[in-house]
């Protein structure tokens, strides 16, 4: 702290001037609650990306299994087609379920909802 109040650091002293005197203008002009929204939502539109590229990075980083194309071992017999078709059927009502719900917030049927 005291580095950014002597000016020791000159880089990081204006960046904080800078950012003290953009939220105290934002305050002579809007309302706490919408600095602080819009503050929180900047926040998210930077650090959301950088951590959805880490999670990718993250994945396409793993090592692939060492042979793919072996036999499964006894015993993995996975799911039978009765229980696939019920899980397909229950992902499909899910599916239309988000959808009708996202049309509706998104397209603004009711305005309270959406808000």
Do not use: M
């Not at 005291?2 to 880089?11: F, I, N, V």
């Not at 194309?69 to 078709?85: I, N, T, V, W």
């Amino acid at each position: 702290v005291w580095e950014l109040l002597y000016w020791r650091a000159p880089g990081r002293s204006a960046l904080a001037l800078v950012g003290v005197l953009g939220t105290l203008g934002c305050l002579a002009r809007f309302s706490v609650i919408s600095v602080g929204a819009y503050g929180a939502l900047g926040v998210l539109g930077v650090t959301l990306p950088l951590r959805l590229h880490r999670a990718a990075v993250g994945a396409l980083r793993r090592h692939p299994p060492s042979q793919p194309c072996r036999a499964q071992p006894e015993g993995a017999g996975g799911l039978s087609l009765e229980e696939q078709q019920r899980w397909a059927r229950r992902l499909a009502r899910h599916l239309a379920a988000a959808t009708h719900t996202l049309t509706r917030l998104f397209l603004v049927h009711s305005l309270p909802e959406s808000l």
